[in-house]
């Protein structure tokens, strides 16, 4: 079998069903299925994901790689290595890709050397959500309203890995993402794909929608372990702390 242009890494643990909607949008892609491969990385799951991956019939290449819980970084960097793919595009397993998030991110990178590019995500609240749910998911809707308008420009910060490519070079060459943070690892890579000179370029058509089912107990403990990684990250280099911790 032939090499492909890109890879697409998703990471997965015990969400069998969120993840089965994912490849199913990946079905519908403008972009010809020979041009890309999919590598999901099993993250120790036990919900029957890996039989869901074994009896899955798809008209893209496809691998499910099993590891043993290591968390979602080093399901990412796993996935980079597995890859045989020019670019790695990642999706979180909750994303519902829009037909051409695909070949916008193939676009993307063989229109400028060095290219992070980053996709649009929307949220649809699942569920009871409740009022911190629905806040969040306003503040969420406004970032990428702002994007989408000009009134802001994509930095570092907005390098989110449930909707992100980059060449498979450059990040073997900075050895991924960080495992020594439970959260903000996407931001914190994007921080140092940013310092070695990758154009950053956002891809309002890249779209993709994303499955929110947490309420209030579970994004707040985000939040507060987002927080801590910024603290980390700004302990490491000080010159994060006025788009970091000094923003939020």
């Given at each position: 079998?032939?090499?492909?242009?890109?890879?697409?890494?998703?990471?997965?643990?015990?969400?069998?069903?969120?993840?089965?909607?994912?490849?199913?949008?990946?079905?519908?892609?403008?972009?010809?299925?020979?041009?890309?491969?999919?590598?999901?990385?099993?993250?120790?799951?036990?919900?029957?994901?890996?039989?869901?991956?074994?009896?899955?019939?798809?008209?893209?290449?496809?691998?499910?790689?099993?590891?043993?819980?290591?968390?979602?970084?080093?399901?990412?960097?796993?996935?980079?290595?597995?890859?045989?793919?020019?670019?790695?595009?990642?999706?979180?397993?909750?994303?519902?890709?829009?037909?051409?998030l695909i070949s916008e991110h193939l676009r993307a990178q063989q229109s400028q050397n060095r290219t992070v590019a980053?996709?649009?995500?929307?949220?649809?609240?699942?569920?009871?959500?409740?009022?911190?749910?629905?806040?969040?998911?306003?503040?969420?809707?406004?970032?990428?309203?702002?994007?989408?308008?000009?009134?802001?420009?994509?930095?570092?910060?907005?390098?989110?890995?449930?909707?992100?490519?980059?060449?498979?070079?450059?990040?073997?060459?900075?050895?991924?993402?960080?495992?020594?943070?439970?959260?903000?690892?996407?931001?914190?890579?994007?921080?140092?794909?940013?310092?070695?000179?990758?154009?950053?370029?956002?891809?309002?058509?890249?779209?993709?929608?994303?499955?929110?089912?947490?309420?209030?107990?579970?994004?707040?403990?985000?939040?507060?372990?987002?927080?801590?990684?910024?603290?980390?990250?700004?302990?490491?280099?000080?010159?994060?702390?006025?788009?970091?911790?000094?923003?939020?």
């Amino acid at each position: 079998m032939g090499s492909v242009a890109l890879s697409v890494i998703i990471p997965t643990y015990n969400r069998v069903e969120l993840l089965r909607a994912c490849l199913d949008a990946l079905n519908r892609q403008t972009q010809p299925p020979e041009t890309f491969e999919v590598v999901v990385i099993v993250d120790g799951s036990t919900d029957g994901t890996m039989e869901m991956l074994e009896n899955l019939e798809a008209p893209f290449r496809f691998r499910a790689v099993r590891q043993e819980n290591s968390g979602q970084a080093a399901a990412l960097n796993r996935g980079i290595v597995e890859a045989s793919g020019r670019y790695c595009l990642f999706l979180d397993d909750d994303i519902v890709a829009a037909p051409e998030l695909i070949s916008e991110h193939l676009r993307a990178q063989q229109s400028q050397n060095r290219t992070v590019a980053v996709g649009q995500i929307t949220l649809e609240l699942a569920g009871r959500a409740d009022w911190y749910a629905h806040a969040f998911a306003e503040g969420w809707r406004q970032h990428y309203q702002d994007l989408n308008s000009g009134a802001s420009s994509l930095t570092w910060e907005g390098c989110y890995s449930g909707n992100l490519s980059a060449p498979r070079d450059v990040l073997l060459s900075l050895q991924g993402f960080s495992t020594q943070l439970s959260r903000g690892f996407d931001i914190e890579l994007g921080y140092r794909l940013w310092q070695a000179g990758c154009h950053l370029q956002y891809l309002s058509a890249a779209a993709g929608c994303q499955i929110e089912n947490k309420r209030f107990r579970e994004l707040s403990r985000d939040a507060e372990r987002a927080g801590a990684a910024e603290f980390r990250m700004y302990q490491r280099d000080p010159a994060t702390l006025s788009q970091s911790l000094g923003k939020r």
